[in-house]
């Protein structure tokens, strides 16, 4: 084992501007807090055998196993969630400056890495769901099950932009493209992102949506906050759901 990298020379490598500036490629969390954590524990990481691809599936497996966690009662299983949930995050920082600074990037590492964001957050949703049910049936596990249908919707809407581009030979689309071509549609899209609402259909946020019910049940003796939470996400999900569609629609993401 060598002598740990230059923190300064690692992040030129492992964190380029480009990445983190980009709206898109980013998480806020990221750019907030966790990329100054992740190229502590990349420095370490590069020094070990350990591959971009194993750490891509740690992380897959952490984001299943937060909503597995919701499934616990009580405040243990919402503030573990929320722990593995920010373990998700770290490893999705760490597996691509990892990935970066050994030059082994693969086309199975994207599709895992996009994959794993697909089942953490559908995951939690489905365990907010049986964590409203409070017996794992019934309608409320309806509900998260339909609201990780619509995350789920959100997210691959996205990914189809790049699959489309991809087959009519066109390059990937830039943070410009995104703006919509229409005035109306761009007025109510700027007014969303102020309130940023859009954001609890993240698994990162939506983990401390459901930790804040959980304090509010364990105050109220009660399971009515996280049953009110998890309604409000299942709303706002499916909000978003032809919102966001019209927003592509309405962009230069397809053209």
């Known amino acids: 084992m060598g002598a740990a990298p230059v923190l300064e020379e690692l992040r030129e490598v492992c964190q380029p501007h480009a990445k983190l500036a980009s709206r898109n490629g980013e998480h806020w969390a990221g750019r907030l807090y966790m990329r100054r954590i992740s190229l502590h524990t990349t420095r370490q990481l590069v020094r070990t055998p350990v591959t971009p691809d194993q750490l891509t599936w740690t992380m897959v497996v952490c ?10 009662p009580g405040l243990t299983g919402a503030m573990l969630a929320v722990v593995l949930m920010q373990l998700f995050l770290l490893f999705d920082c760490v597996d691509g400056e990892v990935a970066r600074w050994k030059g082994q990037n693969s086309a199975a590492g994207i599709y895992v890495d996009r994959l794993g964001a ?3 957050d559908a995951a939690l949703m489905a365990g ?20 990780a249908l619509g995350v789920v919707l959100l997210k691959a809407s996205t990914d189809l932009v790049d699959v489309a581009r991809a087959r009519r030979g066109l390059m990937v689309v830039d ?51 996280t049953r009110w939470a998890l309604g409000a996400l299942a709303v706002i999900t499916w909000l978003m759901v032809p919102a966001h569609l019209l927003s592509i629609l309405s962009s230069s993401r397809l053209r």
Do not use: C
């Open 128 to 147: 907010a769901g049986y964590r409203a049910a409070e017996s794992g049936v019934g309608g409320w596990l309806s509900i998260g099950i339909a609201t």
């Open 118 to 120: 697909y089942l953490a």
């Open 63 to 72: 984001g299943v196993a937060s909503g597995a966690a919701l499934m616990i």
């Open 175 to 225: 943070d410009e493209a995104t703006r919509p071509r229409s005035q109306g549609v761009a007025t109510v899209r700027r007014v969303a992102a102020a309130f940023k609402i859009h954001r609890v259909t993240n698994g990162i946020e939506a983990s401390l949506v459901l930790l804040v019910a959980a304090v509010a049940d364990l105050v109220t003796g009660g399971i009515e906050p």
